[in-house]
C-alpha cells in the first residue's frame, strides 16, 4: 500500500485493522491487496448478503399493490401537526443561532450615526447628502 501504516489482515478470521472488513463485511481495499498478494479470489469475502442470490429472495414474494387511494379506509388516529419552527428554509439568508447578550443590543450601542455628515439616526447608505447638499447651486 502506498501509505506507510502496517495493517493486519486475517482472512481466515475475516478481520482487518482498519475495521471496515468487520463492519461492513465486505472486503476493504487491504484485503484486496492480500487476495492479489496470495493470487486469492477476493470476491470469497464478500458476505452473502451483498449476493445476487440474496437479493432476488426479497422478490420472489408478490406485492400486493395498495390500489385507489379512495378506497383506502378513513384514518381513525392522532393528528399530527407539523412544527414550522423546524422547518428548514432553502432560500435566503441564514438565521441567527447564536445568543444574544446586553452589548448585541441596539439599546445599548446608543443611536445610529452617520459617518458621512455626523447626524444621528441614519446610516451612510441612507444619508440625505449622499448625492451631495441640497440646496447647493452654481
Same mark, same amino acid.
Given at each position: ?13 475475516? /478481520? ?14 487491504? *484485503? ?16 452473502? &448478503?451483498?449476493? /445476487?442470490?440474496? &437479493?432476488?429472495? *426479497? ?21 399530527? *401537526? ?20 446586553? /452589548? ?35
Amino acid at each position: 500500500m502506498t501509505t506507510e501504516k502496517v495493517l493486519v489482515v486475517d482472512l481466515a478470521r475475516r /478481520m482487518c485493522d482498519c475495521g471496515h472488513f468487520q463492519v461492513e463485511r465486505l472486503p476493504c481495499r487491504h *484485503v484486496i491487496a492480500c487476495c492479489a498478494n496470495q493470487c486469492l479470489n477476493w470476491q470469497l469475502y464478500v458476505h452473502d &448478503v451483498y449476493k /445476487m442470490t440474496e &437479493v432476488r429472495k *426479497v422478490y420472489r414474494f408478490e406485492f400486493t399493490p395498495l390500489g385507489d387511494p379512495k378506497t383506502w379506509p378513513a384514518y381513525e388516529g392522532p393528528t399530527l *401537526v407539523a412544527n414550522p419552527a423546524l422547518r428548514r428554509t432553502s432560500k435566503g439568508r441564514p438565521k441567527l443561532t447564536q445568543y444574544l447578550n446586553e /452589548m448585541d443590543s441596539h439599546d445599548m450601542r446608543g443611536p445610529r450615526i452617520c459617518r458621512l455628515c455626523g447626524d444621528q439616526g441614519h446610516s451612510r447608505s441612507r444619508c440625505p447628502q449622499r448625492d451631495g447638499p441640497s440646496g447647493a447651486g452654481s
